[in-house]
């Protein structure tokens, strides 16, 4: 992340904007708003095809197990052959066996990756990153450090859950293009809307080919923003998890449409500095870790920072991991879990 300062950017840039005179006159959009889905715009329906690509109209109805490995086995291997004409290291992961649904180089890029059987998972996994990630640091990280990476991050949670119930996966899901470091995108809704519709159009697809799957959506960061708009319109989603929010899309857990939102925000993540504002659409609202939100709280015991959450022996990885696994780890008192 290079958002750190985006507290002191944020904060000036919502002075200018209550201060323009071509402001007058609209309504503050501060507090709480009514519990509507938004409108997704025209780019974020045209881009939600991207997520529809792995899932042709002759395979939308499942056969079982047997069909939906078959479709995602092509969808894999077609997206190997992209891989591999793309050149390293996007090469390199598709000779290693890597799984993926999509891939596209183009602009700051996209992938989503899938960790474990998907056609035969009971359980599903979709880890989606925050601002500043790109196709570049899918695998190495912001930055260079790999805890940063969506890729690395997934493999974490595979390998906390998978040994405890083999019939589950996880999807490292770059299936959107993030803002990028400070300003006015980092501090608005309008790319994690679009991210939200492409996000319904996978989740629906996997869906059509695992109806009887659950799924848990994850965000880290401005992508719990993302996981949160499109669990709106995914009255299938059970859980959402929220790792270091800088918000969720709504003011309440109960606009989620029946979700249970689950959060963690360890005391050293510098997003508790960001302000919890919402005027004339910028700024992220509320976190769902505040008070009256209605979030249940992850511990984060130990955890050093905004990228700690899922590094192996994390407190806050294995809670994830029980989330995932059975709707929720044990209660050891109210409003926290352990």
């Known amino acids: 992340m ?19 005179p071509a402001a007058a006159g609209r309504p503050s959009e501060v507090g709480a708003r009514p519990a509507v889905v938004p409108a997704l715009s025209k780019g974020a329906i045209a881009r939600s095809t991207l997520s529809a690509g792995p899932f042709p109209r002759s395979t939308l109805s499942s056969g079982g197990p047997v069909q939906a490995t078959a479709v995602f086995g092509a969808a894999y291997r077609d997206t190997a052959v992209r891989m591999l004409a793309a050149g390293c290291p996007y090469a390199n992961w598709a000779a290693q066996g ?21 056609g035969s998972a009971e359980r599903v996994a979709i880890l989606v990153p925050g601002v500043d990630t790109t196709l570049a640091d899918f695998d190495r990280g912001l930055g260079g450090v790999p805890r940063r990476a969506p890729g690395v991050q997934a493999r974490s949670l595979y390998a906390a859950v998978s040994k405890r119930d083999p019939h589950t996966a996880v999807v490292a899901w770059l299936g959107y293009d993030p803002p990028e470091g400070v300003g006015v995108a980092a501090a608005t809704e309008g790319r994690a809307r ?52 800088p918000g969720i899309g709504v003011d309440h857990a109960g606009d989620l449409g029946g979700a249970r939102v689950w959060s963690a925000l360890a005391a050293t993540d510098w997003i508790r500095r960001i ?3 919402r005027v004339f659409g910028l700024g992220l ?33 294995k809670a994830v991991g029980d989330i995932v696994l059975s709707g929720g780890p044990g209660h050891g008192a109210p409003g926290r879990v352990s």
Request: charged share 15%; proline share 7%; hydrophobic share 45%.
């Open 2 to 20: 290079r958002i750190l300062p985006l507290a002191l950017a944020l904060t000036s840039l919502i002075v200018l904007t209550v201060a323009a």
């Open 98 to 118: 890597r799984h993926f649904l999509q891939f596209d180089p183009a602009g700051d890029g996209r992938a989503v990756e899938v960790l474990g059987d998907l």
């Open 194 to 245: 679009d991210g939200a519709a492409a996000l319904t159009a996978f989740v629906r697809g996997v869906l059509r080919q695992r109806p009887g799957a659950t799924v848990t959506l994850i965000g880290h960061s401005y992508g719990s923003i993302v996981v949160g708009l499109a669990a709106q319109r995914l009255p299938e989603v059970g859980d959402v998890v929220t790792l270091g929010a």
């Open 275 to 277: 302000p919890q504002v």
């Open 285 to 317: 609202g509320k976190r769902p870790t505040s008070p009256g939100f209605g979030a249940t709280e992850l511990p984060t015991e130990g955890v050093a920072g905004h990228d700690y959450y899922l590094v192996p022996g994390s407190v806050t990885l």
